[in-house]
């Protein structure tokens, strides 16, 4: 089976190709910009040199969230699209439970910066299980939650105060190993996972 998968959801992304023996190549892109300029280029230019078709891909795969909501869009937009043109599944994977794959330990506290003095954050199983939801939150706050609990911090870029594993900038190759294992769907059902809401959003509810 060979899966596409794309990470447009930070200024870093990727994008990956796997099949059933691993990631076969992944790319990583930096577009402080916005990605979609470029995404489609990027993945013409992976599968030529894969030397596979388009339609030869079998299941698509985007991040869902959370990061910048643009960004998310972006990817999600664009393997939905793809999916639906082509008849095939698609898979939209949790950027912190990408996060996950990168550590070693029974429990794992994954963290991304959502900015305002806030993470993105969640504890998960070694087998991808939520121990402790994905949720938006003060960072002190989640530290709080973690107590009692014997765990790896995973993050996708230092974080002040704690020793963690950070992982690669680009998700596109953990969420193609996921994506794997996961249900498939159809383009269609697939939704974006922001776990805050966007400040227009915000304003608009008052």
């Keep these: 089976m060979l899966i596409l998968a794309v990470d447009t959801t930070s200024e870093f992304g990727s994008i990956a190709l796997a099949d059933e023996n691993g990631v076969r190549e992944e790319v990583l892109l930096q577009e402080p910009q916005g990605f979609s300029a470029v995404l489609f280029q990027e993945i013409g230019e992976l599968l030529k040199r894969q030397s596979v078709r388009l339609a030869d891909v079998d299941l698509f795969a985007g991040a869902s969230g959370p990061g910048g909501f643009t960004g998310v869009r972006i990817g999600l937009a664009a393997v939905k699209g793809l999916g639906e043109v082509l008849g095939k599944p698609v898979v939209a994977v949790s950027n912190l439970l990408a996060l996950a794959q990168y550590g070693s330990a029974?429990?794992?506290?994954?963290?991304?910066?959502?900015?305002?003095?806030?993470?993105?954050?969640?504890?998960?199983?070694?087998?991808?299980?939520?121990?402790?939801?994905?949720?938006?939150?003060?960072?002190?706050?989640?530290?709080?939650?973690?107590?009692?609990?014997?765990?790896?911090?995973?993050?996708?870029?230092?974080?002040?105060?704690?020793?963690?594993t950070v992982a690669p900038p680009g998700l596109a190759g953990a969420i193609a190993r996921i994506a794997a294992g996961s249900l498939q769907t159809d383009a269609a059902v697939v939704e974006a996972n922001y776990v805050r809401r966007s400040d227009a959003e915000l304003l608009w509810k008052g």
């Design 106 to 164: 029974e429990l794992r506290a994954t963290v991304i910066d959502a900015r305002r003095g806030e993470v993105f954050a969640a504890l998960y199983s070694a087998s991808g299980e939520p121990v402790i939801p994905e949720q938006v939150v003060r960072f002190p706050h989640f530290v709080e939650m973690l107590a009692g609990y014997e765990f790896e911090w995973v993050s996708s870029a230092v974080v002040e105060g704690i020793s963690a």
